[in-house]
């Protein structure tokens, strides 16, 4: 029922931002520690919205943003160590931020600069998966591969390592997300696939995916899964961390259920209003993931004007980053495409290449000069 | 130099690729207690364990799925379908992630998969056995596709699929895993025919004949036909689809003017029109007469009763040697 929380839903922070204990989880942080999820929260949004207003001012093709799933994603980001691996969908921009990844990395996707600007070696965050679910077997074999290099169960924190695949609530319908979910068991890979059920997959509600709660489906295979408060950015580390421990300590994979709200559309292109009430809406802005976070920190007397003011300075000094660096991003030279398709030279590959190059080469001679490997968007425009 | 059967001399190949690198693994259904299906696999589990030769779970997506995850953690592995009509349900994973994970990431993925797939007709199987799906796999960019049609190859290529940095679909001639032939296991992998060159296996002087997997025995069948009547055919084994190694077939062509290709895919869409639109590219002034095709028909693969005449054989082989030198 969209709106209503549903039963046997973890939850640390009420949407009042009261404090509340849970049997099974809890989280002891630091004040620094608090601050830095807030941080986090404040400034994934704010890369949001800056998107938003880039999309809108031409700059982006395309933007799938993330307002209201911000406490999910930090929460469970915030959950990984450095060895860990993340398989993300396209919207875990939250998820990036906390791996590490420059957002500009992330725009270049929508800009059509490129596939995706971050090493996912380095940041051990894969590229963004744009067919739903396809990222989840990968995730549970990169998993197997932990296991076969014995970095599960040895104790040590520095070594032992776990997997965390992404999937929202459209995607477990895919045939792959149940067979990612019974190899994860078949195998006790060390992985958690975590599940951001944000309502809605485009315009379809998630009564069109399930008929049971979704967590529930991972029963079926073995694996506990868990269902979180996504709103809660206490909750979801708690949760995360906890089902991460136990893949790490050898225990087995864990499904997680994030419980939370996709605020915006599905991506620029796509117009809620055309499917979902206003009324719904304002349910969940009054459960608005940073706003009774806020409160919380408020009420523990963290939150300073001065702490405020520097993050405010700090989200402005992002946004101007995000705007001048999309611009200052380099279009990719036409030739750059054929450079990695393979590893290794392909005949049919190289020739085009060549027979490409000398064909842009062709222009050079042209009165209108210019060099087309620098320039693609100036070579159609160019006659002979 | 043991004469092996087509399916032991990959069984070879495997064993000495997985004795060379810890990292190499094999996936499949039935390969480990049982040896596979068709036996390739065989005696791999008892020898190198079952965390590297795994019986996995009945879903070839997961196969190939999870082998994706495993190479980019640093494994080499090695996917067995069970038959070419089964690997459907892990074309997603093949199509949209293992061919173009390494474009993706700017090349800062690397996915050293090998995909081994029995295929080809001529066994009298049930449905889903028996096809040459290879045109679907070559047709998407980031995948190599390779087929070996001797023992000695089947050795060296299938060492050199797990190799190579770029994913392999390896095609194997069912009709041919009990075909024996002499292996020369004493080389070394830089000594032996790179993965991606064809091979003139016969030569002669009127009709080059393009053939891959199990239709090269049938070309040289044809061409010891063909000479009977004093028609000399050069037989190429194409041996490597994806790259095409057009280079080999065009300096044959130059020489004798005429071209069929033989496989057993439907010729429509498939390799053998790629192949005759390059070599018309390259060799139209050579050319005597039409490139001509010989394969299946654009058909579901016909129930095992039936197979003889959807299948070319020597006689459809003749027939289109005989058009090409009429024209």
Known sequence: ?384 | MPNLPLAKAINAGLRTAMERDPKVLLMGEDIGRLGGVFRVTEGLQKDFGEARVLDTPLAEAGIVGTAIGLALRGYRPVCEIQFNGFVYPAFNQIVTQLAKLRARSQGRLELPVVLRIPFGGGIGSVEHHSESPEALFAHVSGLRVVTPATSADAYWMIQQAIASPDPVVFFEPERRYWDKGQVETDATLADVAPLHRARVVRRGEHVTVAAYGPTVRLALEAAEAAAEDGTQLEVVDLRTISPLDVGTVAESVRRTGRLVVVHEAPTFGGVGGELAARITERCFYSLEAPVLRVGGFHLPYPAARVEEHYLPGVDRVLDAVDRSLAA
């Open chain 1, 1 to 384: 029922m969209p709106g209503g929380d549903p039963e046997g839903m973890v939850q640390l922070l009420t949407p009042a931002g009261e404090r509340v204990e849970h049997p099974d989880y809890d989280v002891a942080l630091e004040p620094e520690e608090l601050l830095g999820l807030y941080r986090d929260l404040v400034l994934v949004r704010r890369v949001d919205t800056e998107a938003n207003a880039l999309q809108r001012q031409g700059e982006l093709g395309l933007w799938a943003g993330l307002l209201g799933q911000e406490a999910a994603q930090v929460g469970s980001g915030r959950a990984l160590r450095p060895q860990d691996h993340a398989f993300p969908t396209y919207r875990e921009h939250g998820v990036a931020w906390c791996r590490g990844v420059d957002p500009l990395g992330i725009l270049e996707i929508f800009r059509g600069t490129s596939h995706g600007g971050w090493d996912p070696v380095a940041h051990r965050l894969h590229p963004y998966t744009l067919v739903i679910a396809a990222q989840l077997l990968p995730a549970v074999g990169c998993a197997m591969g932990v296991q076969r290099d014995g970095a599960v169960g040895t104790g040590d924190p520095g070594r032992d390592t776990a997997v965390i695949g992404y999937l929202g609530d459209g995607a477990t319908s895919q045939g792959e997300a149940s067979e990612a979910l019974q190899w994860a068991a078949v195998f006790n890979a060390p992985v958690v696939i975590f599940c951001q059920n944000n309502q809605w997959a485009i315009s379809e509600p998630v009564s069109v995916q399930a008929r049971v709660p979704l967590h529930r489906r991972a029963d079926g295979v073995g694996v506990p899964g868990v269902l979180v408060d996504g709103n809660d950015v206490l909750a979801c580390l708690a949760v995360t961390r906890a089902a991460l421990d136990r893949a790490r300590s050898g225990g087995g994979p864990t499904f997680v259920e994030a419980y939370t709200y996709r605020m915006g559309a599905h991506t620029t292109s796509d117009d809620p209003t055309r499917y979902r009430s206003a009324a719904e809406v304002d349910v969940w802005r009054a459960k608005d993931p940073i706003d009774r976070f806020r409160r919380y920190l408020e009420s523990e007397g963290l939150l300073d004007e001065d702490f405020t003011t520097a993050l405010e300075a700090e989200a402005e000094q992002l946004a101007e980053h995000l705007r001048a660096g999309v611009r200052e991003l380099p279009e990719p030279a036409p030739l750059a495409m054929f450079d990695h398709a393979y590893a290794e030279p392909h005949e049919q590959v190289e020739e085009e290449r060549e027979e490409f190059a000398a064909y842009l080469a062709s222009f050079d001679a042209a009165p209108s000069g210019g060099d087309p490997h620098q320039q693609p968007a100036t070579v159609a425009g160019r006659t002979r």
